[in-house]
Nanobody
Framework: QVQLVVSGGGSVQAGGSLRISCAAS????????MGWFRQAPGKEREGVAR????????SYADSVKGRFTISQDNNKKTMYLQMNSLNPEDTAMYYC????????????????????WGQGTQVTVSS
């Protein structure tokens, strides 16, 4: 089993930056992919970014490309999401996810492709 704990988040004005973290514990050796998702009120959960723990290959949603950066510290078993140039449309609950498969069994942004989930952290961007 894998446990994921999310930290960071908060409120920021448009144009600002935030960094959120996801710390993994338990059977972390089994994790091959990790991802960030977000869900705004009344909307479906959507993929924000994904990283392969071996090799570090990444993918991003078009809406965050050039503004968000997903990264990992394998020694600390922690994944990060650096969010710059935030705008009100980025307001959502952000979740981290992980999976044992070393390939995208579904599109990387599909929540169904991930086995383990952390709790959410709220990110609020005001105009």
């Amino acid at each position: 089993q894998v446990q994921l704990v999310v930290s960071g988040g908060g409120s920021v004005q448009a144009g600002g930056s935030l960094r959120i973290s996801c710390a993994a514990s338990g059977d972390t050796y089994s994790i091959q992919r990790m991802g960030w998702f977000r869900q705004a009120p009344g909307k479906e959960r959507e993929g924000v970014a994904r990283i392969f723990t071996s090799g570090g290959r990444t993918s991003y949603a078009d809406s965050v490309k050039g503004r968000f950066t997903i990264s990992q510290d394998n020694n600390k078993k922690t994944m990060y999401l650096q969010m710059n140039s935030l705008n009100p449309e980025d307001t959502a609950m952000y979740y981290c996810a992980a999976d044992w498969r070393a390939f995208d069994n579904l599109h990387w942004s599909h929540p169904g492709g991930y086995t383990y989930w952390g709790q959410g952290t709220q990110v609020t961007v005001s105009s």
